[in-house]
């Protein structure tokens, strides 16, 4: 990432650093924290018996749901079920970008429409996002403007008013011609059968009237109820952007319905004719066995936004969408070790700040640790560290010296 770059993103976290600098210390936030702490942890301890609750509660309200076992099969399930359209319309989407879902349709010949503004702008720029809720904030304004005009072939005013009338009319005209919609889910009410999503922009309100509204969820954002996903939302939010709400909550638990003629229950008013959720286990499963921790997550950026290499680096440490330290130690469990070092592995420094500023206190730094270890047993070290270890092992000194 260039250095140009690195230094508006880092201007960004330390405007969001201002904004929640007494929020995130108030009586009401710590409690909030902690009764989210108790939900999450219990959530991923029971993971699989919410998944299965989810299953049976989801589908009695009318959805459909799909279960994909790794990005493969959520890829094809979501192509099968768009295989005749020539665009769909996507929300901001971690667990979207984790499995490349718009590289996958666009290399079928459908049309990934970016409905974020934020999100848009990094489609235009082919750069990658900085951050899970402000993926643009590494390019000032007369970049934008600049990548605006280029796209559109006209000039565009560096002006945040005129670049946002010009890529949301262009949105809204193409958004007429799409029937299907993407989206995730911040959080998923098991016993309710009902997904929480959150949003400022109107985006995700929008995508869910269309005929088709698909769900991509990890199968970690499940809660047990309606309120414990309120609870996480609104931490999330908190964290995040250093507000106290979102400006939009959109529950959905089923696809358009009334019964407002004699109690007759009719479906496809005017939301979604077909609601279908795809939980992604990906790795998941995996990571519940052995480093729970990382599934407490709520997906806020918290961890990024003071880490001491993230911000040297951006998203090169880190994996995909997944950025920095917990990025790394899900790749081990998406992916493989080759992976995870790759990630950046060992360009963590362990200071631990990640685990302080994570609203969970998920101890990346551990975890990292740890899995370094296993990389050692594997032979993915740093060919320096190799060199200190033979030192030791031959001479009895990391330092010394052949003569
Ligand atoms: S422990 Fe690693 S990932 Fe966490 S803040 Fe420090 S350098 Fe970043």
């Not at 010009?166 to 949105?171: E, G, L, P, S, Y």
Request: aromatic share 4%; charged share 25%.
């Amino acid at each position: 990432m260039k250095r140009s770059q690195l230094s508006i993103m880092n201007r960004s976290f330390t405007k969001l650093n201002e904004r929640r600098s007494t929020l995130i210390y108030n009586e009401d936030t710590i409690n909030l924290k902690q009764r989210v702490q108790k939900i999450r942890k219990n959530s991923v301890e029971h993971l699989h018996l919410l998944l299965e609750k989810a299953q049976e509660n989801l589908t009695a309200n009318g959805m459909e749901v799909i279960l994909a076992k790794d990005a493969e099969e959520a890829r094809e399930s979501i192509y099968q079920l768009i295989k005749n359209e020539d665009m769909i319309a996507k929300s901001k989407s971690n667990t979207a970008g984790e499995i490349q879902l718009s590289e996958y349709l666009e290399s079928r010949d459908v049309e990934v429409l970016e409905t974020d503004l934020g999100d848009r702008i990094v489609q235009f720029h082919t750069s990658r996002p900085t951050h899970p809720i402000g993926p643009a904030c590494h390019l000032n304004m007369e970049k934008i403007a600049e990548v605006v005009s280029d796209k559109f072939q006209r000039e565009v005013k560096a002006e945040p008013r005129a670049i946002l009338e010009t890529v949301k009319k262009d949105i809204l005209e193409k958004l007429s011609q799409c029937k299907v919609g993407i989206t995730g889910a911040n959080s998923v009410a098991a016993e309710d059968g009902s997904l929480l999503m959150v949003h400022n922009e109107g985006n995700i309100s929008l995508l869910t009237m269309l005929d088709l509204h698909i769900v991509l969820v990890g199968i970690d954002k499940l809660v047990p109820t309606l309120e414990d996903a309120m609870s996480v939302v609104k931490l999330e939010t908190i964290y995040a952007t250093g507000k106290t709400v979102p400006a939009y909550m959109n529950v959905v638990s089923s696809p358009s319905k009334t019964a407002d003629i004699e109690q007759i229950l009719l479906k496809d008013m005017y939301g979604a004719k077909r609601v279908v959720l795809i939980f992604l286990d990906n790795g998941r499963s995996r990571a519940l066995e052995e480093k729970e921790e990382c599934l407490w997550c709520i997906g806020c950026g918290a961890c990024i936004v003071n880490c001491p290499v993230y911000t040297t680096l951006g998203p090169d440490f880190g994996y995909l969408r997944h950025l920095g330290g917990r990025g790394i130690v899900l790749s081990h469990f998406i992916e493989n070790d080759e992976v995870c070092y790759d990630s950046g592995l060992y360009q963590c420094t362990l200071c631990g700040l990640c685990t302080v500023e994570c609203p969970l206190e998920i101890p990346t730094n551990n975890m990292l640790e740890d899995l370094r270890k296993e990389s050692v047993k594997k032979g993915l070290y740093l060919e320096k560290h190799g060199e200190i270890r033979e030192n030791i092992r031959k001479r009895g000194s990391s330092f010394k010296q052949e003569t």
